[in-house]
């Protein structure tokens, strides 16, 4: 068809086409002004205009370094075997799934936020008064407080269960040696003592470097300690998707009311203070010391009191789980001191203060005080003094780094104290690194 032109249209077409004529020019007019003021936007903020694939690059990138930290190395010929569960484990593990209390209470963990976990034993009298301690901390409201049981003492759980000034939530070690009177990794029947003689005694175990068998009560710690980190880094709905710094403490540390900000604090520094630093703790290495008091941050070896790592670290540790299950030793901390954090090839140092925030206390032994012959009666009042400067947060932004390069203590190259000698404590240990990790590990 031919186009119609406006010579060809009825005099009221083209009457009426005028008329129409100026809105359209108008919208015309605007249409255009606007469209150049989006060039010469377009054209001033070149550099915004590349923001959106730039963000998805980070976002991918972030997403990269999320899988990497997530991804862990597993041995194809190890197969993972975890105990059978008895009925008490069994229903620790349930109580393992249930959601934190006083959550209502305290509804939102804020941006920043720490977890904290208290890995606990069987000393009451030591918990009452750290538990107390934590009360007391500035900022404990804010945090989800994770409560690691090795076993189950009715006494350490009713300690727990009156917690009420942040979330708390309480996890089991469900094949602690203490859940197991009668069978591994409890004593099972036929095996060796002491210093028995296998092959004389007929007996079943395998010896330490000293000739010592396993003792339940002594391998508990390590075990505890590895179930617990694997548990709370990979296996707890809570904590598995968190890759800020969780908080680790112990049930004889008495933690001061600045502790909660200081290790904030700390953390915000380590990247620009000390990036070469793996963790930040709330007191030195030594843990008779009170610190320097000088008017800078520390840089020295991780301490066992009040440390603080991120997934990243997490990973690294996890990544040695070999060294660490089959070093022989009863002691976590002298295991990493000795054998994993000397393989990651450069010192391991950990950020603090010049002043502690956390302390050691009390004269108890971590076994004392679960053997009815032998009951361990120190409870720990009195142990710590408080000056003003320890009840606010006292560390300065503006302050340098001092590292201390000569390490003490346990060094790469000390062959171990023992007491982890036995191959079903270092299968167990390993299955721990992996359980969360295959479907449905083998029952032993």
């Known amino acids: 068809m031919a186009a119609t032109t406006s010579s060809s249209l009825h005099p009221h077409h083209r009457a009426r086409l005028r008329s129409r004529a100026g809105p359209l020019l108008a919208v015309v007019v605007v249409s255009v002004l606007a469209l150049t003021g989006l060039l010469r936007a377009s054209r001033r903020d070149g550099a915004a205009a590349d923001l959106a694939p730039l963000s998805a690059a980070r976002a991918r990138e972030a997403s990269n370094r999320t899988i990497a930290q997530r991804k862990i190395l597993l041995d194809p010929a190890f197969t993972p ?25 305290f509804p939102r963990l804020p941006d920043g936020h720490l977890k904290v976990v208290l890995y606990v034993h069987n000393r009451p009298r030591y918990l009452r008064l750290v538990v107390d301690s934590l009360s007391r901390v500035d900022g404990i409201s804010e945090a989800l407080l994770i409560v690691s049981h090795d076993g189950y003492f009715p006494e350490m759980d009713e300690i727990v269960q009156g917690i009420s000034f942040c979330q ?11 859940l197991f009177p009668d069978a591994f990794p409890g004593v099972s029947p036929g095996d060796c003592r002491d210093k028995d003689k296998a092959t004389e005694k007929r007996c079943r175990g395998d010896p330490d470097q000293y000739g010592n068998h396993r003792s339940p009560r002594i391998v508990s710690l390590k075990h505890h300690w590895w179930w617990m ?13 968190f890759d800020g710094h969780i908080l680790f ?9 600045n502790a909660y900000r200081d290790a904030q604090l700390l953390v915000d520094l380590k990247p620009k203070k000390c990036p070469q630093c793996y963790a930040v703790n709330l007191a030195p290495s030594d843990v008779k010391a009170r610190g320097e008091g000088w008017e800078s941050l520390i840089a020295e070896k991780m301490g066992n009191i009040g440390y603080a790592f991120n997934r990243t670290v997490w990973r690294k540790i996890h990544a040695k789980a070999k060294q660490f299950c089959t070093f022989d030793e009863y002691n976590w901390d002298i295991t990493m001191w000795a054998t994993v954090y000397p393989s990651f090839g450069a010192p391991v140092y950990s950020l603090r203060g010049p002043r502690r925030s956390a302390a050691h206390f009390g004269k108890c032994g971590l076994h004392q005080g679960q053997d009815s012959s032998n009951v361990c009666v120190d409870n720990g009042v009195g142990a710590v003094e408080l000056d003003a400067i320890d009840k606010v947060p006292n560390i300065k932004a503006d302050w340098p780094v001092h590292i201390i390069r000569k390490q003490q203590g346990y060094q ?16 167990l240990c390993l299955s721990f690194a992996y359980m969360y990790h295959v479907k449905d590990p083998s029952p032993t």
């Open 81 to 105: 075997r975890l105990p059978r569960h008895s009925a008490l484990s069994l229903s620790l593990a349930s109580r393992n799934a249930l959601p934190p209390r006083n959550a209502a209470r």
């Open 168 to 178: 708390v939530k309480q996890i089991f070690a469900p094949y602690s040696p203490h």
């Open 229 to 241: 980190m694997n548990t709370v880094w990979d296996g707890l709905e809570e904590t598995r998707d």
């Open 249 to 257: 403490i112990e049930e004889d540390h008495y933690i001061f009311p």
């Open 412 to 427: 790469a190259g000390f062959k171990g104290w023992g007491g982890w000698g036995d191959r079903r404590d270092q299968e």
